[in-house]
């Protein structure tokens, strides 16, 4: 029997991005941190754990003078502020894709759009992308949710990195019926 790996195997970009920063930084200090699991693998979670990258589920004065990496999903302006106030040292490894729709969504927010986020609901790419809407975005995860918003004058749309091409393009396309106005941004991942 052939074997062949797919040309798409291992982590996407933004992951391996993470993944070499907290090694990078774990060469370099005693005990590292990630904000919440850096990525859903077991095996790698584990080979961090032995080079002292260990998950901090909560912000708190144990990080006080601490590295803390920022994983590939990003994380709201609010935690960059309570990393700051906890006294921690942060390294960003927010995907450069997550990256660029947070800031998308900054430029329409302060143009009086309103921003619509389709995603899975409570994930945490979603969850970071909320924070630079002030709060106030609208996830949509389906075509019923998409057709049930109500009218709004001006519209922006953005996508999870990760979320499904073809759905978003459907429901893209339903969100601006209801609106006067309406930006559709790439930004799903092409990897």
Do not use: W
Not at 97 to 115: C, D, E, L, P
Not at 117 to 145: C, M, N, P, Q, S
């Amino acid at each position: 029997m052939k074997v062949r790996v797919a040309e798409s195997a291992g982590f996407c970009m933004g992951v391996r991005k993470a993944m070499d920063s907290v090694l990078d930084v774990a060469r370099g200090s005693d005990i590292t941190y990630t904000l919440g699991p850096l990525i859903h693998n077991p095996q790698a979670l584990e080979m961090l754990e032995l080079r002292n990258v260990h998950i901090a589920e909560e912000i708190d004065d144990t990080l006080s003078g601490k590295t803390v990496v920022i994983r590939a999903h990003g994380v709201p302006p609010s935690t960059y502020r309570q990393l700051n106030e906890a006294g921690a040292r942060i390294v960003d490894a927010t995907c450069p894709n997550v990256f660029r729709s947070q800031g998308t969504i900054k430029k329409y927010h302060a143009r009086g759009y309103s921003i619509v986020i389709v995603g899975d609901r409570g994930h945490a790419e979603i969850e970071a992308l909320l924070g630079f809407t002030g709060d106030k975005g609208v996830v949509v995860e389906t075509i019923d949710e998409a057709r049930e918003l109500p009218r709004m004058e001006k519209i922006c749309v953005v996508a999870q990195t990760t979320f499904n091409d073809a759905l978003y393009t459907e429901i893209a396309g339903e969100l601006c019926r209801h609106a006067e106005e309406c930006h559709i941004a790439d930004t799903i991942c092409a990897s």
